[in-house]
């Protein structure tokens, strides 16, 4: 950790030390555990930033939770990619009476 800066550049994003901190040994799972809320994950299989693995593990990780893959996608969903992407948002936000079916 001593070997963070005040601040860094990460992929787009200029962090800063107290982000590392905070985020050092933090475990986002041990967090989901405890949201009861419904949850829809929605991933490409073909991305590249975020492996999948992550979001079938909060999958099974989240009480009430509902994971939607996007076959081919990568991390930024554009054309056919984003409009399955929202219709599987729409479609969630129907079933679980946030829209009106």
């Known amino acids: 950790m001593?070997?963070?800066?005040?601040?860094y550049f990460y992929?787009?994003?200029t962090l800063g030390r107290v982000y590392a901190e905070d985020m050092w040994d933090y475990d986002v799972f041990a967090d989901m555990a405890g949201y009861t809320d419904p949850v829809l994950i929605v991933h490409?299989?073909?991305?590249?930033?975020?492996?999948?693995a992550y979001s079938e593990r909060a999958a099974q990780t989240y009480p009430d939770a509902e994971l939607v893959t996007i076959?081919?996608?990568?991390?930024?969903f554009t054309g056919s990619d984003w409009e399955q992407a929202v219709s599987a948002d729409v479609d969630y936000l129907r079933r679980v009476g946030i829209l009106p079916g």
């Open 2 to 7: 001593d070997q963070v800066g005040d601040s």
């Open 71 to 76: 076959d081919g996608a990568g991390h930024g």
């Open 11 to 13: 992929r787009w994003v």
């Open 44 to 52: 490409g299989s073909a991305d590249a930033v975020v492996d999948i």
